[in-house]
Every structure is written in structure tokens, then in C-alpha cells.
């Protein structure tokens, strides 16, 4: 069952790139991700209001919302800064750069969980997990090596750093989920994280974007934005509640998700026509043999 939720939460998860795309062109970061959180908030919501008004059948579901003591607080706090980091970095690159570039680097971030894992949590890697981690890192190496000709170095191009940085603030994330899966409910940290996000984002959005707004690329609202928070908030509902089920793993349900890759790569190709398709499909490809060798160690 697990297995299909990972399945389920790519399907949105790569969609969601999509609306991500769409609402970043020629507009403002900040308020889009601060409206999108907003928007996430406002889907969450009534699931807190319910949980709290004490209906015996809704307290027995999958989406009731528990009451936290401080000491968790703290923790889902936390998780909140770690994802909007990751956030704000993958926004401004997604924004600056091809979706058929910036989403299969995105795409490596399992690769980087497991590697973080290694460290942090002393696991070892099999002969699979390691050629896994091996092609993805080729295939990496690679996509850094062909943006030298369109611009897109370390050197020349701050977006190309910025989408490495949400990468592997990203994969830290990951690492964080797998450790507050064990320890909180999940309805609770995705609830309470996103409300604190949208605190932090409000926050964000009145000291720095908005005095200075009339420098910087204008704001225009687009339904699309309402549709990152419907697709986020059901990929990551989906994900979370596949963690707490027996027998999951982080390793996989994160390489599963990372495979919705493909959807905004296709939409690169057939809609928005982005250029040098075949260095950038074979490395694609690459990174998704590394998860499916990632996947099959995992097993």
C-alpha cells in the first residue's frame, strides 16, 4: 500500500513543478510562494477546526490533527525553516532556468538523502544502492558539464547554485522527515509546519518584497498559484501518511517520489519547447536508472 502512495504522491508531486513553473514566469518569487503557503494554510485548515471540536469518528481518521505539547512545536518549527529554505532556492531556479534542467537536478535529491543517511544515521549502502548513487552522481556531474554551454556553470549562472542549494536543503529535509515520522503524527507536522510557514513567509514577504516591490518584477496573481497548494498538499499528505504505514522506507518512498520528474520534463518538451533535449533526455534518463537501482537496494 505504501508502495502505491509513493506512486501517487510522484504523480502530484510532478504536476505540482508544473504550476510551479507556470506562476513563476515573469513574476515575483516572494509573493507567489507566500500566496501558495497561504493557499496551503487555507486547505489545512479545516481539518485543525474539526479535530478540535471533538467528533468521535473524525478522531479515529487519518486526518485528525492531535494536540502538540511545545517541545514538538519546537520541532515542526524547525522543519518549517529547513523546507522554505529549500523552497525559496528552487523557486528563484526553477523561475531562471529550463524545467528540463532544473527538475531532474531536483530529481537527485533521494541520491543525497541516502548519502546524508550514511552520515547521520550510519546506514550502509548494498552493491545496488551504491551503483544507484554512482550513475546519479555521473549523470550530475554531467548536466553541470553541458550548462557550461548554455551558461548554466557554478561560475556563471547563480540560478544553476541556487537549484543545487534547494537540492540538498531538500535532501536534508528528507533526512528530517524520516526521524519526525517516528516520533509525531504526521497530519500534525504538515498542518503545524505549513501554518508556520505561512507566519514566516508574511514575515518575509512585508520586510523584503514589498518595500522594495517596485524595483523588482511585478506581481500578477494566476489561479496556478492556488493549484501549487492543492497538488503540494496532496503529495505530501499522501507521502507522510506512507510513512507511518508498516514497512516503509524513506529511501524508496523518496526515490518513487522524486520519478514524477518525468511529468515537468515532458511538459518542458511539448509546451514550453525548451531547447537541447537530447544531452538533457540521456542525462534524465541517467538519473532515473540511479533511483531504479536506488530502488531495487531499498528492496
Same mark, same amino acid.
Not at 19 to 48: E, G, H, M, R, Y
Not at 78 to 98: D, E, N, Q, R
Given at each position: 500500500?505504501?508502495?502505491?502512495?509513493?506512486?501517487?504522491?510522484?504523480?502530484?508531486?510532478?504536476?505540482?513543478?508544473?504550476?510551479?513553473?507556470?506562476?513563476?514566469?515573469?513574476?515575483?518569487?516572494?509573493?507567489?510562494?507566500?500566496?501558495?503557503?497561504?493557499?496551503?494554510?487555507?486547505?489545512?485548515?479545516?481539518?485543525?477546526?474539526?479535530?478540535?471540536?471533538?467528533?468521535?469518528?473524525?478522531?479515529?481518521?487519518?486526518?485528525?490533527?492531535?494536540?502538540?505539547?511545545?517541545?514538538?512545536?519546537? +520541532?515542526? =518549527?524547525?522543519?518549517? /525553516?529547513?523546507?522554505? &529554505?529549500?523552497? #525559496?532556492?528552487?523557486?528563484?531556479? %526553477?523561475?531562471?532556468?529550463?524545467?528540463?534542467?532544473?527538475?531532474?537536478?531536483?530529481?537527485?535529491?533521494?541520491?543525497?538523502?541516502?548519502?546524508?543517511?550514511?552520515?547521520?544515521?550510519?546506514?550502509?549502502?548494498?552493491?545496488?544502492?551504491?551503483?544507484?548513487?554512482?550513475?546519479?552522481?555521473?549523470?550530475?556531474?554531467?548536466?553541470?558539464?553541458?550548462?557550461?554551454?548554455?551558461?548554466?556553470?557554478?561560475?556563471?549562472?547563480?540560478?544553476?547554485?541556487?537549484?543545487?542549494?534547494?537540492?540538498?536543503?531538500?535532501?536534508?529535509?528528507?533526512?528530517?522527515?524520516?526521524?519526525?515520522?517516528?516520533?509525531?503524527?504526521?497530519?500534525?507536522?504538515?498542518?503545524?509546519?505549513?501554518?508556520?510557514?505561512?507566519?514566516?513567509?508574511?514575515?518575509?514577504?512585508?520586510?523584503?518584497?514589498?518595500?522594495?516591490?517596485?524595483?523588482?518584477?511585478? +506581481?500578477? =496573481?494566476?489561479?496556478? /498559484?492556488?493549484?501549487? &497548494?492543492?497538488? #503540494?498538499?496532496?503529495?505530501?499528505? %499522501?507521502?507522510?501518511?506512507?510513512?507511518?504505514?508498516?514497512?516503509?522506507?524513506?529511501?524508496?518512498?523518496?526515490?518513487?517520489?522524486?520519478?514524477?520528474?518525468?511529468?515537468?520534463?515532458?511538459?518542458?518538451?511539448?509546451?514550453?519547447?525548451?531547447?537541447?533535449?537530447?544531452?538533457?533526455?540521456?542525462?534524465?534518463?541517467?538519473?532515473?536508472?540511479?533511483?531504479?537501482?536506488?530502488?531495487?537496494?531499498?528492496?
Amino acid at each position: 500500500m505504501w508502495l502505491i502512495l509513493g506512486f501517487v504522491s510522484a504523480i502530484f508531486l510532478g504536476t505540482y513543478d508544473i504550476f510551479k513553473k507556470t506562476s513563476l514566469q515573469n513574476n515575483a518569487v516572494i509573493p507567489v510562494l507566500f500566496l501558495s503557503v497561504v493557499a496551503s494554510s487555507i486547505l489545512l485548515l479545516p481539518f485543525l477546526i474539526v479535530s478540535h471540536l471533538g467528533i468521535k469518528p473524525f478522531e479515529d481518521s487519518i486526518f485528525y490533527v492531535p494536540v502538540v505539547d511545545f517541545h514538538t512545536h519546537i +520541532f515542526i =518549527f524547525t522543519k518549517a /525553516i529547513i523546507v522554505l &529554505s529549500s523552497w #525559496l532556492f528552487a523557486y528563484f531556479g %526553477v523561475k531562471h532556468l529550463p524545467i528540463t534542467i532544473a527538475s531532474p537536478i531536483k530529481a537527485t535529491q533521494p541520491i543525497w538523502t541516502v548519502v546524508g543517511a550514511m552520515f547521520f544515521f550510519g546506514e550502509r549502502l548494498n552493491l545496488y544502492q551504491s551503483i544507484g548513487v554512482g550513475i546519479t552522481l555521473i549523470s550530475f556531474f554531467l548536466f553541470s558539464f553541458n550548462g557550461k554551454k548554455e551558461n548554466l556553470s557554478f561560475r556563471t549562472n547563480k540560478w544553476f547554485v541556487f537549484i543545487v542549494l534547494a537540492t540538498l536543503t531538500g535532501a536534508i529535509s528528507g533526512l528530517y522527515d524520516k526521524y519526525l515520522m517516528k516520533q509525531f503524527d504526521h497530519m500534525a507536522v504538515q498542518v503545524y509546519y505549513t501554518f508556520y510557514q505561512c507566519l514566516i513567509m508574511a514575515i518575509i514577504t512585508l520586510t523584503l518584497w514589498y518595500p522594495t516591490r517596485k524595483k523588482s518584477t511585478p +506581481f500578477q =496573481f494566476r489561479w496556478s /498559484i492556488v493549484l501549487i &497548494s492543492v497538488f #503540494l498538499v496532496t503529495a505530501d499528505f %499522501v507521502y507522510f501518511y506512507g510513512l507511518t504505514l508498516p514497512g516503509s522506507m524513506i529511501s524508496i518512498m523518496s526515490t518513487i517520489r522524486r520519478a514524477g520528474v518525468v511529468i515537468p520534463f515532458i511538459y518542458g518538451v511539448i509546451v514550453l519547447k525548451d531547447g537541447n533535449l537530447k544531452n538533457r533526455g540521456l542525462y534524465l534518463l541517467e538519473v532515473l536508472a540511479g533511483m531504479f537501482f536506488l530502488y531495487l537496494g531499498s528492496k
